[in-house]
C-alpha cells in the first residue's frame, strides 16, 4: 500500500503540504476539546482535580487559625449523610438525562445548529470561576473579574475598530469619548443593550 502523504498533489503552504497543515491543525486543536468518544476525558480529570485542590488550599489559606465550620460530628450525622445522598442521586439523574437526551453538539456527525462542543478552556475557566462566585455588578465585589470584563470590552472595541482612548481637543476637553463593552449573561441581553 502506497504512503499517500509523499505523493499529495496539495498545495504547499508555508507550514509544508495542506496534509501536513491540517493534520498539526487537528492535533493542535484536539487539546482543545473533550472529544466526541470522551477521548481527552483524563486530562478533563486531571484538571478538575487540580482546580478544586487549589481552590481549598486558598480557602484554607483564608485566616489559617480559623477552626473548621463543617465539622467531623456534622460530615457524620444523618441530616449530612441525606444530603450528600440527594444530591448524588439528582446529580447522577440530571447528567444520565443530559447525556441521553441531549443534542449531541460534541460529533462531528451532527450539524443540525450552530452549536459546537464546549472547549476545555471555556469549561474549565466557567468551573474556576464559578468556584470562587464573582458578582461584576460592583469593582468591590469582584477586582478581579471587573478587570478582566474591563479587558475583554477593550479587546472587543480594538478588535471591531471602535476607538480605545479618548481624543482631547487642545484645551484638555474631550472631543471623542472612547467606546466601552462589558460581559452579558446571553446573546438577547446583548443585542437589546445595544439597542439602548
Request: proline share 6%; hydrophobic share 35%; charged share 20%.
Amino acid at each position: 500500500m502506497a504512503d499517500i502523504r509523499g505523493t499529495s498533489s496539495a498545495p504547499e503552504t508555508p507550514g509544508g503540504n495542506a496534509y501536513e497543515t491540517s493534520t498539526a491543525t487537528h492535533e493542535a486543536l484536539s487539546a482543545w476539546f473533550i472529544g466526541p468518544k470522551a477521548e481527552n476525558r483524563e486530562l478533563l480529570k486531571t484538571h478538575l482535580l487540580s482546580i478544586v485542590d487549589r481552590v481549598a488550599h486558598e480557602r484554607h489559606a483564608y485566616f489559617p487559625r480559623d477552626p473548621d465550620f463543617i465539622t467531623p460530628i456534622a460530615q457524620a450525622s444523618a441530616a449530612y449523610q441525606r444530603e450528600v445522598a440527594d444530591l448524588e442521586r439528582y446529580l447522577t439523574f440530571m447528567t444520565t438525562l443530559l447525556s441521553r437526551y441531549s443534542i449531541p453538539y460534541f460529533s462531528p456527525r451532527y450539524m443540525g445548529h450552530m452549536c459546537f462542543d464546549n472547549s476545555l478552556p471555556a469549561t474549565l475557566g466557567y468551573l474556576v470561576a464559578m468556584l470562587h462566585n464573582p458578582n461584576n455588578v460592583a469593582v468591590e465585589a469582584s477586582p478581579l473579574t471587573s478587570y478582566v470584563e474591563y479587558c475583554v470590552g477593550q479587546q472587543l472595541c480594538k478588535m471591531l475598530g471602535y476607538r480605545t482612548q479618548e481624543e482631547l481637543s487642545e484645551d484638555n476637553k474631550v472631543k471623542a469619548y472612547k467606546s466601552w463593552g462589558h460581559v452579558t449573561c446571553d446573546g438577547s441581553v446583548a443585542n437589546l443593550e445595544a439597542m439602548w
